[in-house]
């Protein structure tokens, strides 16, 4: 098995990326297991354990045992199971695990030999990046990482991935290697790899087993370099419905009696990353009937949905959020999102579209559910079609979820006691760090939400332009706000007093 002597010198890792490839598994060819139904996922001395596709030729176990050297355990599974497993155990584009063990990237990977950007270049001598490129997307894609980080330096090229919401350095390479690795991720973007004095933007499709990824690629040149953003969009998180985002009873009670509306906009609120077009695509599949016409304009479009319509801007030929919505308000729709709200013909639009009897749904960048009411004002919307339109607002934050592998009872800080409103000295759940959790003591995220129901009072006041204070005094009278539901998370023992005090900082 080779290592990455052939690929960069000084390569060092920061917090273990280890792609462990067992040698029964990289002896058995990506298209034989892919083909005959069999995949290896382990073994010992005694057996090697194999994965069995229900309903397959069972012959093929007699080839697998010659090649193994050794008896066989195994187990049926189904389709879905099946897939999963390959993508889990296979590298990307149907290559073999080999390719991730060719690699050799572990902990204790020491010092590489890269050849030149020059001798990379020639089509014999670029293997070793792509195998690397490839490495490093399904290694993200296997720890759920959402962004991979690109970033060349003087002295260094450092890959860093952001996984639940926080970034940490992965991988450190010397600063010649950057030219070769952007280059080729250019390549595969169907980029412009000559000109790198402008952002480009572009995409990679791949397929990881049975799942299709989405790669969104973003260049932008620095002072070392070309810095690149790589976003990994599975498209299995379309598939997200309501009941696993994580609302408290009262914001899922506004969103359904909301989204039951034949007319009317809702909105989803809060900062970049915190999950709203996520929420959205939940409500689009809770009203995807096959009654209805939906509708979408979004930038870039992020989930492919069966049954929904959906249109990307595209602000080179003027198909603006603006542009796009007046168009598809010509198509007959029952549903219309709008990725976002972001200027004063989008929103008067999406009024307008209300007001003949659609149902809009969209986004705006606001620090809480009421802020959404005076952004909304702020953008020219007048007071009596927001009144008359306006349904309900949803206000969210992402935390990060403690491992439950790991997290231990500890008494309360007092300085996040009184952040809080939680008493000093309280025992509650916080972070530890384990083998599961890659030592960061978080496995995955939930939500934070406060919601805003329009009721008959709140119109009134709409149209009176009452304050945001008065406003909030009303709706959250009886309705959690969000620091009340992350008060709640810590209560439970879902997340940190620490990861609770972050969303609260950020609000106010």
């Not at 087993?209 to 379309?238: F, H, M, Y």
């Not at 906009?265 to 999950?275: D, E, F, K, M, Q």
């Not at 790991?406 to 384990?434: F, H, I, Q, Y």
Request: aromatic residues 2%; contains cysteine; proline residues 4%.
């Amino acid at each position: 098995m080779a290592d990455l002597t052939e690929i960069a010198p000084g390569l060092s890792l920061a917090t273990g990326l280890d792609i462990a490839v067992s040698p029964a598994i990289s002896s058995v060819p990506y298209t034989f297991a892919r083909d005959r139904g069999l995949l290896v996922e382990g073994g010992d001395d005694a057996f090697a354990h194999v994965v069995r596709l229900e309903g397959t030729n069972p012959l093929p176990l007699l080839e697998l045992r010659r090649v193994l050297g050794r008896p066989l355990s195994v187990r049926q599974v189904s389709l879905a199971e099946f897939e999963k497993l390959l993508a889990t155990v296979y590298a990307i584009d149907g290559t073999a695990a080999a390719m991730a063990g060719d690699l050799g990237i572990g902990r204790d990977s020491a010092a590489l030999d890269l050849p030149s950007a020059e001798d990379l270049l020639d089509s014999a001598d670029d293997a070793p990046a792509i195998r690397l490129i490839n490495g490093l997307i399904a290694e993200a894609l296997r720890q759920g990482v959402s962004d991979i980080h690109v970033e060349p330096y003087e002295q260094a090229l450092v890959v860093r991935m952001r996984m639940d919401g926080v970034l940490a350095e992965k991988l450190r390479m010397p600063a010649h290697v950057a030219p070769v690795l952007v280059s080729r991720i250019k390549v595969m973007a169907r980029l412009d790899i000559a000109e790198r004095r402008v952002p480009q933007d572009g995409r990679i499709s791949l397929s990881l087993g049975g799942r299709l990824i989405d790669v969104r690629v973003s260049t932008l040149p620095s002072r070392a370099g070309e810095r690149v953003v790589l976003r990994l969009l599975d498209k299995e998180n379309a598939g997200f419905d309501l009941a696993h985002l994580g609302l408290d009873g009262h914001s899922r009670d506004v969103l359904t009696r909301a989204l039951a509306e034949p007319n009317g906009v809702i909105l989803v609120t809060g900062p970049t990353g915190s999950g709203k077009t996520t929420t959205l695509y939940a409500a689009l599949r809770l009203l995807n009937d096959g009654a209805r016409n939906i509708l979408t304009v979004e930038d870039p479009v992020e989930y492919a949905v069966d049954g929904v319509g959906q249109t990307q801007v595209n602000g080179k030929v003027g198909l603006t959020f603006a542009a796009g919505l007046r168009a598809i308000l010509r198509q007959d729709p029952d549903v219309v999102m709008v990725g976002e709200i972001r200027d004063r013909e989008t929103a008067e639009i999406a009024v307008q579209a209300a007001l003949t009897g659609h149902l809009v749904l969209s986004t705006v960048h606001t620090n809480d559910a009421v802020g959404a009411v005076t952004r909304m004002r702020d953008m020219g919307v007048e007071a009596f079609l927001l009144a008359s339109t306006l349904r309900a607002v949803l206000a969210q934050r992402l935390v990060r979820r403690l491992c439950h592998h790991c997290s231990c009872e500890r008494p309360l800080d007092p300085s996040l006691a009184n952040l809080l409103g939680l008493k000093e000295g309280r025992l509650v759940r916080d972070a530890v760090g384990c083998d599961a959790c890659d030592n960061t003591g978080f496995s995955g995220r939930i939500g934070v939400f406060e919601a805003l129901r329009v009721d008959d009072q709140l119109r009134r006041m709409i149209l009176a332009g009452e304050s945001e204070q008065a406003i909030s005094r009303h709706v959250f009278a009886d309705a959690p706000k969000l620091a009340k539901s992350a008060r709640r998370l810590v209560k439970e023992g879902l997340t940190s007093p620490a990861e609770a005090a972050r969303i609260l900082r950020q609000e106010g």
